[in-house]
């Protein structure tokens, strides 16, 4: 069942008094009581209704020359011990709506007189409006980042590259709490950057900056005497072969080791 609220209950169920739960309840009843539907007064049933359907979001373009549509949905539906299930809201689908946004809400009531709310907005929009219906993209959104403290401080300036954000509609504003080249004390900071529109996406990552007190270069150890090879007969050179090189530090910093030809 499907009941469309008169203005004066609907004033009721959605302006101020909604802020009052027994108010509202109140008002339901008096609904189902004048409809003679709310037969369920002494049933066992204490919980609400539970909703299996409440529809999105509802975007609507008026015709060429129009101030206002007509805007349809599905009914949302819910499940109750204590059927039938009634449904009361403040728009009915198929209705006028002029170019706005408007909040839609139903109340699913079950025989006992327990309910639960589902709510939408129908938005309207006059000829050749763009709808932007979708959150911008935010890409290369950098992972999380380690950094020793600078020798003798506990902080250290880190940098990274930045997202790239875009929309299908509009151009996005990129923001971010805490920008590149920023200085980061000893422990875990998070980074959040938001992409905006009319809607809004973030990506994080975290800045973990670890102390350290080295200030040493490291040492090179095993490090080979100078090799002389002979190359085979007719041969254009020949393959040597030498230890690896250590370099210990005196932190737990990982020492890398490059060189310009490898054994």
């Known amino acids: ?57 509802i ?8 101030r206002s549509a007509t805007a349809s ?12 299930i009634t449904t009361v809201s403040n728009y009915s689908p198929g209705d006028s709506f002029d170019v706005d946004t408007y909040l839609v809400i139903c109340y699913l009531i079950d025989n006992a007189g327990f309910y639960s709310t589902c709510s939408f907005e129908v938005t309207v929009t006059s000829s050749g409006v763009v709808i932007d219906r979708e959150n911008p993209v935010l890409t290369s959104c950098p992972t999380d ?32 709490n805490r920008p590149p080249s920023s200085s980061f004390a000893v422990g875990s900071t998070e980074v ?28 090179l150890s095993n ?13 254009q050179g020949a393959v040597v072969v030498w230890s690896i090189l250590t370099a210990p530090g005196n932190s737990d910093d990982i020492v890398s080791i490059t060189s310009d030809f490898s054994s």
């Not at 802020?19 to 002494?42: E, V």
């Not at 490090?223 to 041969?235: D, E, G, I, K």
Request: glycine residues 4%; proline residues 5%.
């Open 145 to 176: 980042i380690i950094a020793n403290a600078s020798p003798g401080t506990s902080n250290t300036d880190v940098s990274w590259l930045a997202p790239v954000a875009s929309d299908n509609s509009y151009s996005a504003t990129l923001t971010v």
């Open 1 to 57: 069942m499907y009941i469309k609220l008169e203005r004066s209950i609907s004033l009721c169920l959605t302006g101020k008094e909604a802020n009052h739960n027994i108010l509202r309840q109140t008002c339901i009843q008096h609904l189902l009581q004048n409809s003679h539907i709310f037969a369920g007064c002494l049933s066992s049933d204490t919980s609400a209704t539970e909703i299996t359907f409440c529809p999105s979001n």
């Open 73 to 84: 949905w599905d009914v949302p539906t819910a499940m109750d011990a204590s059927e039938p």
């Open 192 to 219: 959040t950057y938001t992409a905006t529109t009319g809607h809004f996406v973030t990506c994080s990552f975290d800045i973990i900056v670890v102390f350290t007190d080295d200030s040493t270069a490291p040492v």
């Open 59 to 66: 975007f609507v373009q008026a015709a060429l020359g129009a």
């Open 223 to 235: 490090c080979p005497s100078n090799h002389t090879m002979f190359a085979s007969q007719n041969a």
